[in-house]
């Protein structure tokens, strides 16, 4: 099996290519050759079964789309995109990136498959952020995509032609609707999410963290660990169990920041609380109060798709899965 | 005022020049210049007030666009699209017009605008066809947009970028979600759903008309005027009404195919029903039966928007405004 991995140098990015590595296998069939595409060229993962190729590639830039497509993979997960901050900032940049390099992707692998019967499964990384307020408290499968972002905005538009594309036989697509993935690892990014991973990362790790936001804000949460499931679960699915929607609203749980701050109490004490340092930031505060609440993810959950229950549990898989198990 | 209208050569962007050059006017403004833009140059309307410029303009050729937007109009219809039948037909042209075409519009009044206070309104043609299988039967405000053809995709997409646009202050944007325009005068076109006036026209005209699906299908009709109305409304209604949802499902009747032909009949006799012939088209019923059967428009009707209520009016409309009142 070939499989693409497009953003293989983002968190998840990298994660997902070295669980892939060390199970050598997915759904039974051995992994042969995996290839790891990213603007920067992302770096093998250890132990790389078969043949491992990583390459610097940005897919808005005519021809390189097709260069990755004639490699003909069996399966390719795109998670490759400008974070809402920076599609925020900077209108063009996100448009070429996420719409247009989506796009060309997803017409590189038309052209290619033309007169074959290459149809690879694209698994497409959406987000949340595909919904903007005013929202129900809970966000049901059927709710309206009113995006608050351009970020929201052009994933909302990838999910339209990964369905259209798929609805042509194309490709054989599955949008994922990833909740804020926290806590992410590392330094913080220009996801204007970043804040919900750093009051967590930060004190966890003896450093001071900013919440720019307040307690009561609630917002929906899957681990690092969770997503990469949630991608291994997308490549294997059956995926005429989709019907014509093959976009989904992935499990996660629903927190409020106090929630998140007690269970950050919970699973390391008051001394790590007294490091998170409230410091308003009304341009941060816009964005994300415009995300959803909380969803009722039913179609996902009946598909099999699991994620964490308590905001104790995403922070226990981060010490256990990026700090060795112990508390900095 | 100066007023473009792109798609001018089209059923309905003909009829809204023509009302527009006979009302002179518009929400108390006189019309002091009209610009009519399509693939073809459009014929001017009889007796045009001010001045009126016809071009003939591909807006996803590079710079088209651009030498639309510099003409700084006060107001944009956006009509301007390839028909259904034929953006499943021809992938290709579909989304270089549809998608290209209306990107290139909004990117060109975006650098027009850099620098200048300039900010058109847009008002954007949608359609139901972002609508798809399974729905509820009868799809209110909030309802996830699903569509089951590229037309459909290429207008939902539209209608995310009219959003995000409107919502970065770059143009003021309305986008009406259409319902099948019926009874359209003159000629078929590509669309999929032609047949829904083909079997009022042709027999209204003493001419046989082909019925491709069941009489039982269901659907969701306004007239041309109707149509029409529609987007004067837009052009002059509060924007800040729309809250930061844009694009709104506009009123209309739902009607099965059955209760068309009863409308024809009271309008215009047996004679007329018996010229039509069923046909069943596996290839349209498989188009049209995704589509929405009727909509709960409850934002369109608080913001004064309206249309008919019975399907024979929806015939008499026609029978006054293309038939001079007379049935052939």
Redesign the interface.
Known sequence: MHILILGAAGMIGRKLAGRLARDAALDGHPVQRLTLADVVAPTAPAGCPGACDCLAVDLSVPGEAAGLASRRPDLVFHLAAVVSGEAEAE?EKGYRVNLDGTRALFEAI?REGEGTDWRPRVVFASSTAVF???LPDVVD????????T?YG?QK??GE??L??YS??GILRGIGLRLPTVCVRPGRPNRAASGFFSGIIREPLAGQEAILPVPDTLRHWFASPRAAVGFMLHAATLDLHRL???PNLAMPGLSATVAEQIEALREVAGDRAVALIRREPDPAIERIVE?WARAFDPARALALGFTAETTFADIIRAHVADEMGGRIG
């Open positions: 209108l038309r903007g307020g005013p499968d059927d709710y309206l995509l009113t995006p608050q351009s905005t909302a538009i339209l032609l369905a259209d609805r042509r019907g014509d929607r415009g």
